[in-house]
């Protein structure tokens, strides 16, 4: 066999391999997406109260629940990860428009607790932020767009469930 044939049919099985296992992969994260999108998205669902982008400057309605589940927001986001300053409101409820679901832990909770929660959180996989709350008022509260749990105890399961389950599935998905 001439070294031009062999180069020919190992470029055709090089192709045929990428292509079934394309397509194998794709399958697979298909399968996936629809395991997800087939589970009841977890918490209280609450009134949408729309995803109007307003000014930095501009005053808004103030938000029907605490945290914010929905609602005007400003242009830009959160960014995903575990945040050790305050982030406005305006910004986490455009991430989660885009599909973040948020963990929110009362300022001044035990250490020892917000361990607990940063490592379920970090042991979650997913589009996702945590951060502390001033006037929560309890331990922890999980959001995502036009949901809302919140637990009167650390349960790490539940942590990790609701982000899994609520996170990217949202009005829109891009960037958070």
Do not use: C
Not at 11 to 35: D, R, W, Y
């Amino acid at each position: 066999m001439k070294t031009e044939h062999k180069v020919f049919i190992g470029i055709g099985l090089l192709t045929l391999v990428i292509i079934v296992g394309g397509t194998l992969l794709s399958t697979k994260e298909g399968v996936k997406k629809q395991e997800k999108l087939s589970k009841t998205m977890m918490g209280e669902k609450m009134a949408d109260e729309g995803a109007v982008h307003v000014a930095r400057d501009k005053a808004h309605p103030a938000y029907k629940t605490n945290p914010p589940t929905s609602g005007p927001h400003w242009v830009g986001v959160a960014g995903a990860g575990i945040k050790s300053e305050p982030v406005a409101d305006e910004l986490v409820v455009h991430s989660m428009e885009h599909g973040a679901a948020v963990v929110w832990y009362r300022e001044g909770l035990d250490q020892g607790e917000i361990e607990k929660i940063t490592e379920a959180f970090n042991s979650s996989s997913g589009k996702k932020i945590m951060l502390a709350r001033k006037d929560l008022d309890v331990p922890v509260a999980l959001t995502s767009w036009g949901y809302l749990l919140k637990l009167n105890t650390v349960d790490e399961a539940k942590i990790k469930e609701f982000i899994e389950t609520n996170n990217d599935r949202a009005p829109e998905s891009a960037i958070i």
